[in-house]
Nanobody, 121 residues
């Protein structure tokens, strides 16, 4: 079970940090990712962190603004989002997969309930 938190309303240029809590079993053997879905749009990949080694991957549109990290002791993955813009408004989902193809949503076995991020102009 994945549980996200940290969404909310922020002004353009602001920051938010999302958190995703997972079971120890999931956290220790699954690659973790963040996806987002805006109204009327497809769910899209945002960032991922690999369970072995902690390598990170990002969608081109967030590089330099977002950072994905993890706290192994807390079984938690974070998404730090800076320089937010209105086009970042979406529901953000945490997900877990055993696949190494981390940018494809259909590869994910577990999903959180999502947390709303709204960026006002």
């Amino acid at each position: 079970q994945l549980v996200e938190s940290g969404g909310g309303l922020v002004q353009t240029g602001g920051s938010l940090r999302l958190s995703c809590g997972a079971s120890a079993r999931t956290f220790s053997s699954y690659n973790m990712a963040w996806f987002r879905q805006a109204p009327g749009k497809e769910r899209e990949f945002v960032a991922a962190i690999m369970w072995r080694g902690g390598n990170t991957y990002y969608a081109d549109f967030v590089k330099g603004r977002f950072g994905v990290s993890r706290d192994i002791a807390k079984n938690t993955v974070y998404l730090q989002m800076d320089s937010l813009a209105p086009e970042d408004t979406a529901v953000y989902y945490c997900a877990a997969t055993r696949s190494f193809i981390v940018a494809v949503a259909t590869n994910y076995e577990d999903w959180g309930q999502g947390t709303q991020v709204t960026v006002s102009s």
